[in-house]
């Protein structure tokens, strides 16, 4: 039973360019979320989704933005790269039940340069 | 903020010593959760604790909540160097499935 993965695992892009990042979530997990992590702090909100809608967003700038299909994988897009955008970002998924916890994916590295 | 804030930042500790960590908090909340991260990987999920629960077990884990202080340790017995890791706490509060965490506890065991 495969766990939560996402690709790429690494990724290195310029200012101003946009990237998408990809997560497919443990089997039988209906409900995606999105994190970022710089270096050394805790997990940061960004969205989540379920039943291919947003359900709940955190304080991040439209430049972020993201999609479930119908297989609950699920996609993340940021626009016009900054380099604070440089960080570790991380796909969980979960039951949409209030009490399940979060399964995490290893995480995508992005670098801006 | 209602997010939780660790305490210690930083660990440090002779394998087979206890560790001890807490987490305080701003917000009521529905349950409070631990995770485990090791370097550049994902987190794991450890041990959760509902709002009406004071104290949980889950083998040299035990976590305790006390809810009027708004506040929950973690304490790793008999610690081994496999549990190096950063340890986060993270609120959920009852009104969606959002979970908040904290900056976390980062505890270096030495062999």
């Known amino acids: 039973d495969a766990g939560v993965t996402q690709s790429p695992t690494h990724l290195i892009k310029t200012r101003g360019q946009q990237v998408t990042l990809r997560c497919s979530p443990k089997s039988g997990h209906d409900t995606v979320s999105w994190y970022q992590q710089a270096l050394g702090q805790g997990p940061q909100f960004i969205f989540q989704y379920y039943e291919e809608e947003e359900r709940q967003r955190g304080n991040f700038p439209d430049r972020f933005s993201g999609h479930q299909f119908p297989n609950y994988s699920s996609e993340l897009n940021v626009n016009a790269l900054l380099l604070g955008d440089s960080a570790l970002y991380l796909c969980?998924?979960?039951?949409?039940?209030?009490?399940?916890?979060?399964?995490f994916g290893n995480g995508t590295r992005l670098t801006v340069t | 903020s209602q997010q939780g804030e660790e305490d210690p930042q930083a660990l440090s500790i002779q394998e087979g010593e206890n560790a001890t960590m807490n987490c305080s908090y701003k917000?009521?909340?529905?349950?409070l959760q631990w995770y485990r991260q090791n370097s550049g990987r994902g987190l794991v999920h450890l041990i959760l604790?509902?709002?009406?629960?004071r104290e949980k077990h889950s083998g040299r884990l035990r976590v305790t909540l006390d809810t009027s202080k708004k506040s929950s340790s973690l304490l790793i017995t008999a610690s081994r160097a496999a549990d190096t890791a950063s340890y986060f706490c993270a609120i959920h509060k009852a009104a969606g499935n959002k979970l908040t965490f904290g900056g976390g506890t980062r505890v270096l065991v030495k062999p």
């Open positions: 969980a998924s979960s039951f949409s039940w209030g009490n399940s916890p979060l399964h």
């Open positions: 917000t009521s909340i529905n349950n």
């Open positions: 604790i509902r709002s009406n629960e």
